[in-house]
């Protein structure tokens, strides 16, 4: 075997061989790559660790306590529950439930309120809607022959127009002898007897119609304001005024409706329960539509320096009321209220004018007792009314 020896400090090297007796290098890891390499060796730590708890936990069972402590509560709470109810079903208890009253003894003093000086402006305010005036039926005043239609249906018309002729006939007087003479005939024009449009306007000529006899009927070009008026704001109205103020939304500017009237219901109406009707006339100036939504205003009077109460302390609200003055017993506790009548006068439906009956300072139950107490639900309550 031939001897082997290193080569000489100054003899070259292969490539081949300086590799394979150098010294094995690693490449540098970023500092970024070292802590995911070491979070994920953190992660693959703890699921051996979780899995190794589950296999130790496995091989020691179920334990005593979820075995047999566990099961044997539930029961008897289970059995306690079903005793109670079983006792609370069939065995109530025989001594009487006594309820306790933490506010027993204790004394309520029911609000009251003084009579005082004051002004009242008296507005009644009613919803409405526009229509028009009501069409004025044409009658004839003669029974015949149509003979002569002067206008046809739909057009305007002026008031007196004539509208159409009758031809009437009479029979002939007869004379000394007995003899009959020839039957005579008269026209009678039929006027118009407003101004407006013609509605249902037919006739023929040739038509026979009887007197009073209605052939259509004259539609205004006028409209109306109409509103229901309840009970109470009748009440409210001690005098009709002749003008009403009437609001239209995203319309013209407040306006003056004149010649107002209130209509009570009558027959069926009245038998149904229907409200009184207020109409008022719209100003020809003023441009409306029918159907148009509406605001009235009624101003029913007003009175200063009047004596004045809360309507919620009056049983009533109109010509006479009744009040109710708090009194004390011979021992000092609040006793049954007084009642007392007194004479109203105008009301704007949050205080009352008192005319007799009480004095300046007199004090009463500010809520007439067994009414509802419109301030005790603050959600609801008028902060007019209850000083909020």
Known sequence: MADQHPPAPDEPR???????????????????????????????????????HRAERAARGPGAWRTWVLPMLKIAVAAVIAIALVKLAFFPSEEAAVAEDPMAGAMFDEPVVAVERGSIENAVSVDGTVVPVEAVPIRSTQTGTVSRVYYDDGLEVAEGDVLFSVRVESEPEPDAEG???????????????????????????????????EAGAVQPPRHLVRASVGAADQYRLTSLPESAKVTIDSGPAPFECTDVDIRQPTGEEAAGGASATLTCAVPADVRVFVGLSTKVELAAGSAADVLVLPTTAV???ADAG??????????????????????????????????????????????????????ADPATADPAVCGF
């Open 14 to 52: 292969d490539d081949a061989v300086e590799q394979a007796f150098a010294a094995p290098q690693h490449a540098d890891v970023s500092p970024r790559e070292a802590r995911r390499q070491a979070k994920r060796q953190q992660q693959l730590e703890a699921l051996e660790r979780k899995q190794l």
């Open 179 to 213: 003899n009959l003479g020839e039957p005579s005939a008269a026209i009678w024009n039929m006027r118009a007897p407003a101004a407006g449009t013609l509605v249902g306007f037919d006739l023929l000529a040739g038509q026979m119609i009887d007197l009073g006899g």
């Open 315 to 317: 049983l009533g609200s």
């Open 322 to 375: 009744i009040v109710y003055r708090p009194t004390l017993g011979s021992d000092g506790t609040p006793g049954e209220p007084e009642e007392v009548r007194i004479e109203l006068g105008i009301s704007d439906g949050t205080s009352v004018e008192v005319r007799s009956g009480l004095t300046e300072g007199d004090e009463v139950l500010q809520f007439v007792p067994g009414a509802v107490d419109p301030c």
